[in-house]
């Protein structure tokens, strides 16, 4: 089975291979194909993956290529985790919008805008490719931002686009660990747009025990989003949000911790990833070290600045484990062997959100199987959390509409619509600071 993966010289793409590694059953991935524009990013990954098959029997096979047709051509899977404009565009997302004073994370608000203006262009055309060199494959999207770039490839490719995300299983996991039940036992009621969800519920042999973690406040307290967000306010929703949610719940707090850091997020990722890349020049280097070492030092400064405006302190241990990766997995062992599972993912709506149209991609806890992802029917959601998902998807139709017309009205529309962002005349001003520094949203007009 040909796995290809997209954005294949990233610097997480090595947790991915290391899943595939693990997988030992009948109809595993035997093949694999890293697409990447840049040949020497290819090379670094390379060189990770290949010490990381080392000692192990038939490892899947690697192939590295720029050409994106020839990698996309008989895959079975797709795997798409790109990054338009690179990690100095995320910083450049960052800091227009900080000069602004608005939000600048890069799928959240106006980072997350520019960078989905920029991005749903080239995952247009790359789903066209798909179905037109792949028509059997299935796409599994992890670019950000997922959901609205999901719901752009859908549109090409329908259900054979899936998008996912590890923020939903690392607080389903979080949850369950807590309440000291098995997170692999447990349904995750969980609903909303990605990185714009809550878990309303998590049954255990049929028992919801998330009121009993509700009524405790040390329960509560003791772990990441009972530190981020305040026992009172988690007992005043009684419900768990994603942790992204605390750019909307705190945005004052947020943005002026992130205006007094010295370097954003995607700059100080763009600074150690570069010296990871320029290491990996070195002959000699040791590349699985050196990418471990990487790895471990991103996962712990992972929104550092929320926990600090939030006095949450240190991630815990148990928490820099990622977990993409074995969402991935999952989702492809269920595809290509029915393996029926129960998985958060984002998928076109259904009709399972009454409050969205059919093809609106949400994320949802959905049964999967070789027929795909089905979403599984919920609840309805609260009228605070209504009115904060039809607000974002509104957006996120409005960057989709921007982005087919290439209309700069629609662009500053898509901003000036945008909970986070508080006047037109900044969505305008956004506008421009991103056409200034963003060669791919040229296209603007």
């Excluded at 993956?49 to 720029?66: G, I, N, S």
């Excluded at 949000?241 to 911790?257: G, M, Q, S």
């Excluded at 009205?409 to 991103?434: C, I, M, Q, W």
Aim: charge should be negative; charged fraction near 25%.
């Amino acid at each position: 089975m040909k796995l290809t993966i997209l954005g294949g010289g990233g610097f997480r793409v090595p947790l991915v291979y290391g899943a595939l590694l693990a997988d030992r059953g009948e109809g595993r991935v035997t093949r694999v194909v890293l697409h990447d524009l840049d040949d020497s990013r290819l090379n670094a990954v390379a060189r990770v993956l290949d010490e990381q098959a080392a000692a192990v029997p038939d490892a899947p096979e690697v192939t590295a290529t720029t050409d994106l047709d020839e990698a996309l051509r008989g895959a079975d899977f797709v795997f798409s985790a790109i990054r338009v404009g690179g990690l100095e565009g995320r910083a450049n997302d960052e800091r227009v919008a900080l000069a602004e004073g608005v939000l600048g994370q890069e799928t959240v608000g106006a980072g997350g805008i520019a960078y989905g203006l920029r991005t749903v262009p080239v995952a247009v055309d790359i789903a066209r490719r798909v179905a037109r060199l792949a028509p059997d494959a299935w796409v599994i999207n992890f670019t950000n931002p997922a959901g609205l770039v999901t719901e752009a490839m859908s549109r090409h490719l329908g259900d054979r686009v899936i998008g996912i995300c590890d923020s939903p299983v690392g607080l389903g996991r979080r949850i369950a660990r807590v309440l000291g039940a098995d997170p692999k036992q447990a349904w995750i009621d969980y609903v909303g747009l990605n990185h714009l969800g809550w878990v309303r519920g998590l049954r255990v042999a049929g028992r919801d025990e998330l009121p009993r973690l509700l009524a405790d406040p040390d329960l509560l307290g003791s772990f990441e989003e009972g530190k981020l967000f305040g026992v009172d306010w988690l007992q005043s929703l009684g419900a768990i949000p994603n942790e992204y949610l605390h750019y909307y719940y705190f945005n004052r707090e947020t943005v002026r911790a992130y205006q007094q850091v010295e370097k954003t997020r995607g700059a100080f990722l763009a600074d150690q990833q570069a010296r990871f890349y320029e290491e990996m020049k070195r002959p000699g280097a040791a590349a699985l070290t050196a990418w471990d070492r990487t790895r471990a030092e991103r996962e712990a400064t992972y929104m550092a600045e929320n926990r600090e405006s939030a006095g949450a302190g240190e991630r815990d241990a148990d928490d820099l484990s990622g977990g993409y990766e074995k969402v991935a997995l999952a989702l492809m062992r269920a595809v290509a062997r029915d393996e029926r599972t129960t998985l958060i993912l984002n998928v076109r709506n259904q009709g399972t959100l009454s409050v969205l149209d059919t093809d609106a991609v949400i994320e949802v806890p959905c049964l999967v199987d070789a027929n795909g992802a089905h979403p599984v029917s919920v609840s309805p959601l609260p009228e605070h959390a209504t009115g904060l998902v039809c607000a974002v998807k509104g957006v996120e139709r409005e960057v989709l509409a921007a982005a087919e017309s290439g209309s700069r009205t629609t662009a500053v529309k898509a901003f000036a619509l945008h909970p986070l962002v508080d006047s037109v005349n900044v969505a305008r001003r956004l506008v421009e600071g991103y056409a200034a520094v963003h060669p791919g949203l040229a296209y603007l007009r």
